[in-house]
């Protein structure tokens, strides 16, 4: 079993309709949980974090985590084209001893038609 | 994009020669890290430096060496590399836990290596 794992996709959805991301993990100690945002030929970017059951909201972005459950999510509402990207979850598992290291998922590519 | 530059951008090389990949940062951050990411494994943590010489393994380190000698740059090198190290390697920093923002890792632009 992967440490992070998350559906490949593509994930397909309309433009303004909301979009659900999910990621799922093994280390039930892990406290911290992150969204990245990958554009293809370019670099990962972060636009969330939760480390507290329940939901935060960014923006049209929210991140749902369920640690009883070991799974994360990402909402994106109002879905854009500007918006298909590939989105790679990642964890801070309890063993990184304060390095800030992290374990990524293999990420879910999503497509936003028009 | 955090002042971090990796250099080159691109390169080609063949199987059992050397390579050095650079990543330079402005900012003074005391963590670096160097990922590589494949299609289908995500990224993947090769080494991460903690200072000035100070680093440690990830969980994809063999064939790999780094060098911190400087906070502001952090050296891959591939001793020999080998057609399995084709990928895409990415540079990475953060602060440590506990600081300001202690959780965000942003990354650099990204090295494309092809050994054939």
């Known amino acids: 079993q992967k440490e992070v794992e998350q559906n490949s996709g593509p994930l397909s959805v309309p433009e303004g309709a909301i979009a659900s991301l999910n990621c799922t993990y093994s280390?039930?100690?892990?406290?911290?949980f992150f969204w990245y945002r990958q554009y293809s030929g370019k670099s990962p970017e972060l636009i969330m974090f939760?480390?507290?059951?329940g939901d935060k909201e960014d923006g049209r972005f929210t991140a749902q985590l369920n640690k009883a459950s070991q799974y994360v999510s990402l909402l994106i509402r109002d879905s854009q084209p500007s918006d298909s990207a590939t989105y790679l979850c990642?964890?801070?598992?309890?063993?990184?001893?304060?390095?800030?290291?992290?374990?990524f998922g293999a990420g879910t590519r999503l497509a936003v038609h028009p | 994009d955090a002042g971090i530059t990796q250099s080159p951008r691109h390169k080609v090389t063949e199987t059992g020669t050397p390579v050095t990949l650079r990543c330079h940062q402005t900012?003074?951050?005391?963590?670096m890290y160097w990922y590589r990411q494949d299609p289908g494994h995500g990224l993947r943590l090769i080494h991460y430096?903690?200072?000035?010489?100070?680093?440690d393994k990830g969980e994809v380190s063999d064939g790999y060496s780094v060098s911190r000698s400087k906070t502001e740059d952090f050296l891959l090198t591939l001793e020999s590399a080998t057609s399995s190290q084709t990928s895409v390697y990415f540079c990475?920093?953060?602060?440590?836990?506990?600081?300001?923002?202690?959780?965000?890792?942003?990354f650099g632009p990204g090295t494309r290596l092809t050994v054939t």
């Open positions: 990642a964890v801070n598992p309890p063993l990184s001893g304060g390095y800030n290291k992290l374990i």
């Open positions: 280390d039930r100690g892990s406290q911290s």
């Open positions: 430096s903690y200072g000035v010489k100070d680093t």
């Open positions: 900012e003074n951050h005391r963590y």
């Open positions: 939760i480390y507290s059951n």
């Open positions: 990475a920093i953060s602060e440590p836990v506990g600081a300001g923002n202690p959780y965000e890792q942003y």
